[in-house]
């Protein structure tokens, strides 16, 4: 956008927020302008959702004013917020799993037939028109079944179509692409090219920066709650936008084609022969040792999480063979796979992940305290300070590990996550998308803690659909697609190796 109309859309000025008297937003301003894409950055923590949260009434503001229009307005609640049309995508997606697709996307306002329209529910009106929302996003699903029965990406876009269901002025996403693949990314892309070519102000959170240069006509940066600045996207370049997100420059990490330990002997945590489960992953031979961190490369549905899910005992095979440091072993639930010493961080946090009401201390020890069983309880003292290890390690942003978790910003729960699986101390550690939602100067340093885990003989499958992390922290990579392996790359291979790999004809 070159031209910004003379008048933003909507205007913060001057927003202050605090919880519990900690200050998270100061003196934060933005400007949305009509027919722009409006990119809002920050690390874990810097304060997005929360503003996002503000301007549509989730949260009241301690200061600062709000104008639409030019008017001034204060909406008390999302409702509000919407009828005054603004439509947002929490980044906690909050739908009803057990509704189906069209109830979820029309809940609140299902469509009435009959006189005054206080009849009955239009259940074939209202179908046809989630189709054809659901259209415009080119998904083709059957909207009477209910959510649950879909992935997290199609709930992700279910989502989406909720907020474009509505007329609006001002369309937010808080995360909207974190799920989705590259595909579906291109998809949401195009339907919002079009709505910000009709005038839509469209503001978008997201931690893939190339998102943020393929989509945005400008960018707000904050940190640490304050507003760094407002840009156009083609003053800000890559390095700057971090160095004004961090605050620095991001020195580059060590977490770079680790090379392998030709003198190390490999001695395998785990291996497979022949393992599968039908429809899911065809037979495949895997071997995972100590010190070695193995990426799996292939595309969303190539069998990457299946594999994950077998060795894990969340999903049983139909043959082939398991071996832990070399003995026969069946594993079929997580507890047992954790009594071996396995540990799994799945990729969706909200459902398998994290429990929202315990506190950051509760979540982190979870998956150890089952370990050592309930007789044998940590003390208060020693659940404590490795809670406290790991919030430094990691870098989690709390004032305390006794708060609630579901009172951390998205990235920081995924941190907190990805420590309950390190604190079991595991042989064999399988991260499934361990750094989405994380910002790139986390994404970095946990990348960093993963290679040194391995060099102190932890034993690692990577999973992850961006491709540049896997060749920068694998020492080798299994190449997945169809759900069947398809060869193995050495460490130093570069993502076109990869993806060479994945598309090479079978023959
Ligand atoms: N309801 C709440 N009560 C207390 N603190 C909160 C609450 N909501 C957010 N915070 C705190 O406010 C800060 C900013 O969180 P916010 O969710 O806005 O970050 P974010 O920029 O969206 O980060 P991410 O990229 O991880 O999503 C965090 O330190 C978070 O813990
Ligand atoms: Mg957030």
């Known amino acids: 956008m070159t031209n910004p109309a003379p008048r933003p859309v909507l205007e913060l000025s001057g927003i202050d927020k605090r919880f519990f008297g900690v200050s998270v937003l100061q003196q934060v301003g ?61 980044q906690e997606v909050n739908l009803c799993p057990n509704l189906s697709v069209a109830e979820n996307i029309f809940a609140g306002r299902y469509p009435r037939l009959g006189a005054l329209g206080a009849w009955r529910i239009d259940w074939a009106g209202m179908n046809r028109q989630a189709r054809e929302l659901l259209a415009r996003l080119n998904l083709d699903i059957n909207v009477t079944r209910t959510l649950s029965s879909y992935s997290v990406a199609v709930q992700q876009m279910v989502a989406i179509a ?69 840009y156009p996207v ?22 770079v084609n680790p090379v392998p330990d030709d003198q190390r002997e490999r001695v395998p945590v785990v291996s497979t022969t022949a393992l599968s489960q039908r429809g899911q992953l065809q037979p ?12 799996l490369g292939g595309l969303l549905g190539s069998g990457r999480t299946e594999l994950a899910r077998l060795l894990f005992g969340l999903a049983s095979p139909d043959g082939g063979e398991v071996r832990v440091r070399g003995q026969a ?7 047992e796979a954790v009594r071996h010493g396995l540990a799994l961080c799945p990729e969706d946090r909200k459902t398998d992940g994290i429990v929202a009401e315990l506190s950051v201390r509760e979540n982190i020890i979870l998956a150890l305290q089952a370990r050592a069983g309930l007789r044998r309880c940590l003390s208060d003292a020693q ?3 490795l809670a406290e290890k790991y919030v430094k390690a990691l870098g989690i942003k709390t004032n305390d590990v006794e708060t609630p978790i ?68 694998s020492h080798r990579i299994v190449v997945l697609r169809d759900r069947n392996k398809v060869g193995e790359l050495p460490a ?16």
Not at 30 to 49: C, D, F, I, T, W
Not at 56 to 78: E, F, I, K, N, Y
Not at 284 to 295: K, N, T, Y
């Open 30 to 90: 933005l400007r949305l302008y009509p027919g722009e894409v409006h990119a809002l950055m920050g690390q874990n923590g810097a304060g997005k959702s929360t503003l996002i949260k503000v301007l549509t009434g989730v949260h009241a503001a301690d200061g600062g004013a709000m104008s639409l229009d030019g008017q001034p307005v204060r909406p008390g609640s999302p409702q509000q917020a919407q009828a005054l049309g603004i439509s947002t995508v929490y």
């Open 162 to 230: 909720r907020a474009l269901s509505v007329e609006a002025k001002v369309l937010i996403l808080d995360e909207p692409t974190s799920s989705l693949d590259t595909g579906e990314v291109q998809r949401l892309f195009d339907v919002l090219r079009r709505l910000r070519d009709e005038g839509l102000a469209i503001l978008f959170v997201t931690h893939f920066l190339e998102q943020v240069y393929a989509i945005s006509d400008r960018i707000t940066v904050l940190r640490n709650g304050t507003l760094v600045g407002e």
């Open 234 to 255: 083609a003053q800000l370049g890559p390095k700057a936008l971090i160095a004004a997100m961090v605050g620095r420059e991001l020195a580059e990490g060590q977490s």
């Open 284 to 295: 495949i031979d895997i071997e995972l040792c100590a010190g070695e961190v193995v990426g």
């Open 329 to 335: 072993a069946r594993i079929t639930n997580p507890a």
């Open 383 to 385: 659940q404590k300070a």
């Open 406 to 473: 579901g009172l951390l910003s998205g990235g920081n729960q995924q941190k907190a996550l990805l420590a309950r699986w390190l604190a079991t101390d595991p042989s064999l550690l399988i991260l499934d998308e361990p750094t989405r939602g994380i910002d790139v100067a986390a994404k970095q340093e946990i990348m960093d803690e993963i290679l040194r885990l391995a060099q102190g003989g932890m034993a690692v499958l990577f999973i992850s659909s961006e491709m540049s992390e896997v060749v920068r922290v």
């Open 492 to 507: 130093g291979s570069g993502e076109q190796a990869v993806y060479h790999l994945i598309a090479e004809e079978t023959t």
